[in-house]
Every structure is written in structure tokens, then in C-alpha cells.
């Protein structure tokens, strides 16, 4: 079985993961877990989103975060931005990269950015425009690519063209969304099939699956399979997505990472850095984390320092 040689891990606990804590944090806080997050040697942190606080109130402080964050040379500081407000501040708040991101089932469409798939294409036009201009790189996200929580199963072809389109219009890379985790090995196999055989390289791929159905581990051997080499992941398995009930957090930062030691894939992140960052921000939320490694290793240590 063939797999990459070096995995590029996305840390989108952040963001993603904050954005669907109940508890709300402090900006202190959330810059403080993006130190600890950037010290275990993650490349590309997602610190946060610049969306309307109406919507997503959790993340009305990136900018404040982004001002108290330590920035460590050669980390990607990333955020979300669904519109030219979100880029202006984004610039402002000087991001690494931005991120546009769409959906591939209409009714998420709507719930999620009040507007229609190809409305919401069209409002990224500026965005992207204005970020090429400015050499800001620009990543794409694709939610529902696995199964959506209004319309049911997704056809492959429709991810494939929405992919095309994405590139096309100037995103780096494109994160293909399991957003309710409903995805299997056998429809993630279905899924890169289809986009390989219309000529998708491969390397503009990430993959981002929620744990929801707790097959996010097994989905993502698949994705390594096919030779996709960037995942996205949350510290302790933060989060969920406000417009998908039910949907739990993504796949934790910390299982993958025990994954790819065990795949011997390089990855570049200190565990038990990883396992305080983990510790820090379950302690924030007086919540246990999520992530299945970092609790056998947290108790190991615990067992072997008594
Ligand atoms: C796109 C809109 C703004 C349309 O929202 P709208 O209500 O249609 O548009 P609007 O232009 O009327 O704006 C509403 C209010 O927000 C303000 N506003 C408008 N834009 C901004 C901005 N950039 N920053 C700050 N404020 C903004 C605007 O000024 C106005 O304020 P008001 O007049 O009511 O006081 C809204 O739908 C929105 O912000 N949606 C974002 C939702 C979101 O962040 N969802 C979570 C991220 S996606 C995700 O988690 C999935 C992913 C990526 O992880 C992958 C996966 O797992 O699937």
C-alpha cells in the first residue's frame, strides 16, 4: 500500500472547534491555545473566522486573538473570510492565508451562508480577486462532500465539478468536507475515484472529516491511500458545525497524530506538546476531550507517574 511520506496537518481547533463550544472563551485564551498549538510544531493553524457575529458569535473576536497570538516563524496563521467585510478584516488583522468556503448541497447553502451555491460563488469573486492581487493565498472548503444533513447522500460528479470550479477560480487547495460524518471508507473510496478520474491532482486536496459516526480514522487511511497528504484536524476533537445538529467535532489532532506515527508518516508534531495544548484547552471548557489517543496516553502517564 502506498501512502505519503509527509502529512500536512491543518489544526482548525480553533476555529472550527471553537465556533461550536458553548462555553465562550476569552480572546486570551484562544491566542493562548494557538501558542501552545503552534509550539508543538502544527505548520498551519486555523485561528479564526471573520463572519458575522450575528451568526456565529463564538468567533467575533479573531481579531483581537490575531493581535495576541505569538507568531512563530513559518507557521500559516489562517482564517475564514465568506465576504469582501471578512477579507478587509482579515488583511487588517494580517493573515497568513484566507479561506472561502462553499457548500455542495443547496440547503446547506442557505443555512449556512444565506445565499445559493452559485450567489455564493459569485461573492467570493471579489475575495479571491482582491487576494490574488495581493499574493494572499487562498484556501477552499467544500462542506457535505460525504452526505448533508438536509438532503441526504451526495453525488460524487457534483463534489468533482464544484472542486473544478474552486481551483479554477484561483484556491490553492481544496478541503473536502465530511461535515456530519457520515462518510465510510467505501464512500470516501467513491468519492476519489470520481475526482481523480476527472483530473483533480491529487496534491490540491485536503481532507476534513467530522467523528460523528466514528469512522473519521478510517476514512482518512483511505484519503492517505489515494495520496491526499493534507488532513485537517481539532485539538481533543473540538467542535461540530452550527448548521449541522447533531454533527460532533472533528477528527482530534491527537488520534491522527498517533495514526501517522503508527503509518511511520512524518508529521513534524511533538506529542506531548500536542498532549498539553489538548490538556489546556479541555481544562478552558471543563470538558473531557474527545480524542481516544490522548486519553490513553494522558492516563498512561498519569498510571506510570504514580
Ligand atoms: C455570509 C453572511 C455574512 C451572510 O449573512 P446575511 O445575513 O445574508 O448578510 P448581511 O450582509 O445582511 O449581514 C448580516 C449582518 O452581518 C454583518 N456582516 C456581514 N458580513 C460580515 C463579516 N464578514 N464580518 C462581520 N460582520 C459581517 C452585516 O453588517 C450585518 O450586520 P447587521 O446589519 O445585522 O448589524 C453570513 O451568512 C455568515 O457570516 N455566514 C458564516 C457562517 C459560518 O461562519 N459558518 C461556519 C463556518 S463553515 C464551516 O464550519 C464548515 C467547514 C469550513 O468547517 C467545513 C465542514 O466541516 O463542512
Request: aromatic letters at 4%; charged letters at 20%.
Amino acid at each position: 500500500m502506498n501512502y505519503p511520506d509527509k502529512v500536512c496537518l491543518v489544526e482548525v481547533g480553533p476555529r472550527d472547534g471553537l465556533q461550536n463550544e458553548a462555553t465562550a472563551l476569552t480572546a486570551s485564551q484562544k491566542s493562548t491555545l494557538v501558542d501552545k498549538l503552534s509550539a508543538c510544531g502544527l505548520p498551519v493553524i486555523e485561528t479564526g473566522s471573520f463572519v458575522s457575529p450575528r451568526w456565529v458569535p463564538q468567533m467575533a473576536d479573531s481579531s483581537a486573538v490575531f493581535e495576541k497570538i505569538k507568531r512563530r516563524p513559518g507557521v500559516r496563521y489562517t482564517a475564514l473570510t465568506p465576504n469582501e467585510r471578512g477579507l478587509d478584516a482579515a488583511i487588517d488583522a494580517n493573515v497568513s492565508e484566507i479561506a472561502i468556503f462553499a457548500a455542495v448541497t443547496e440547503s446547506f447553502s442557505r443555512k449556512n451562508l444565506n445565499a445559493s451555491i452559485q450567489e455564493t460563488l459569485q461573492r467570493f469573486e471579489p475575495v479571491l480577486a482582491r487576494a490574488a492581487a495581493r499574493d494572499l493565498p487562498v484556501r477552499g472548503y467544500l462542506s457535505c462532500v460525504l452526505g448533508c444533513p438536509y438532503e441526504g447522500e451526495v453525488e460524487p460528479q457534483v463534489v468533482s465539478q464544484l472542486t473544478r470550479q474552486l481551483l479554477d477560480s484561483g484556491c490553492h487547495e481544496v478541503s473536502l468536507g465530511d461535515t456530519i460524518g457520515t462518510g465510510t471508507a467505501g464512500s470516501m473510496s467513491r468519492l476519489l475515484d470520481t475526482l481523480l478520474t476527472d483530473n483533480i491532482p491529487v496534491e490540491q486536496l485536503a481532507m476534513h472529516c467530522h467523528d460523528t459516526y466514528g469512522q473519521a480514522l478510517a476514512n482518512i487511511v483511505i484519503a492517505l491511500q489515494y495520496g491526499i497528504a493534507t488532513i485537517d484536524t481539532s485539538v481533543a476533537g473540538l467542535g461540530g458545525c452550527p448548521y449541522a445538529v447533531g454533527a460532533t467535532g472533528n477528527v482530534a489532532t491527537e488520534d491522527v497524530v498517533y495514526l501517522l506515527n503508527g503509518l511511520g508518516i512524518e508529521h513534524g508534531v511533538d506529542m506531548p506538546l500536542l498532549l498539553e495544548a489538548s490538556r489546556y484547552i479541555s481544562e478552558q471548557l471543563q470538558r473531557d476531550t474527545q480524542s481516544r489517543a490522548a486519553k490513553a496516553l494522558l492516563t498512561a502517564q498519569s498510571t506510570s507517574a504514580a
